[in-house]
């Protein structure tokens, strides 16, 4: 079963700076799915960004990047000028490609790093 | 369009009763999954129907089960209530066309439960 890991349960970043959230994964599987979610106070999950594992290139949304490993089964999210808003609870999740795998399309999430930004 | 929308939003219940709990994917979404949130557990995947058909089950008892429509609607059940069932309980939708595991799973906001 692939287990998804976010070492850092809080993390903290002013206004306009830049912040790296960590996610490491394990599989034994080769096609996959990488995602960050963020689920705001009101709850409510929102894809931040997705990462092909058989894409080399690093996904980009826009202030939202991603430094993906995949020898090293690393997924880290980079937030650049972080604003008020970015502040929630950001998941890390894992997503087989294949339907008849084990986990079949379910998505695998870590436990969260609540990030909090201040003025 | 309309997003994931889920009902009720709260929900306060007592021990051995059964819920129910209801899911409409947005507009033309033929998958819907459910996931549990805990504080301890974190977000833990319960099943996923496609179609009508359960696609996939997580590692939960036979108390938690599930179904689909033909419209895409989505119910999910949980007989015998336990104290330890108090979660917010998220639905997810997601077009599930030729892109498959690639699509992005919109949430909706959940239905928290209080099991007394």
């Known amino acids: 079963a692939q287990t998804v890991t976010q070492s850092q349960p809080e993390m903290s970043v002013q206004e306009a700076e830049t912040v790296t959230l960590s996610c490491t994964y394990d599989t034994s599987e080769s096609d996959y799915y990488l995602f960050w979610y963020k689920q705001p106070p009101s709850r409510q999950m929102i894809l931040v960004i997705r990462q092909e594992a058989y894409k080399q290139q690093n996904a980009t949304e826009n202030r939202f990047s991603v430094n993906f490993q995949k020898a090293a089964k690393s997924f880290s999210l980079k937030i650049s000028d972080s604003q008020l808003g970015d502040a929630a609870m950001y998941f890390c999740?894992?997503?087989?490609?294949?339907?008849?795998?084990?986990?079949?399309?379910?998505?695998?999430f870590g436990k969260g790093t609540s990030l909090l930004v201040t003025p | 369009k309309a997003g994931v929308t889920q009902t009720p939003r709260y929900l306060i219940k007592t021990r051995g009763q059964q819920v129910t709990l209801s899911c409409s994917p947005i507009?033309?979404?033929?998958?819907v999954s459910w996931y549990q949130q805990t504080p301890g557990q974190g977000l833990q995947f319960l099943f996923e129907?496609?179609?009508?058909?359960?696609?996939n089950k997580g590692n939960f008892p036979g108390r938690f089960s599930g179904r689909q429509f033909s419209n895409s609607r989505s119910e999910m059940n949980v007989s015998t209530l336990e104290l330890g069932d108090s979660a917010l309980y998220l639905c997810?939708?997601?077009?599930?066309?030729?892109?498959?595991?690639?699509?992005?799973?919109?949430f909706g906001p959940g239905t928290r439960l209080l099991v007394l």
């Open positions: 129907y496609f179609s009508e058909t359960q696609r």
């Open positions: 997810a939708s997601s077009l599930e066309g030729t892109s498959g595991a690639k699509e992005t799973q919109y």
């Open positions: 507009s033309g979404h033929r998958s």
């Open positions: 999740a894992y997503r087989s490609a294949w339907t008849n795998s084990n986990s079949g399309y379910a998505l695998n």
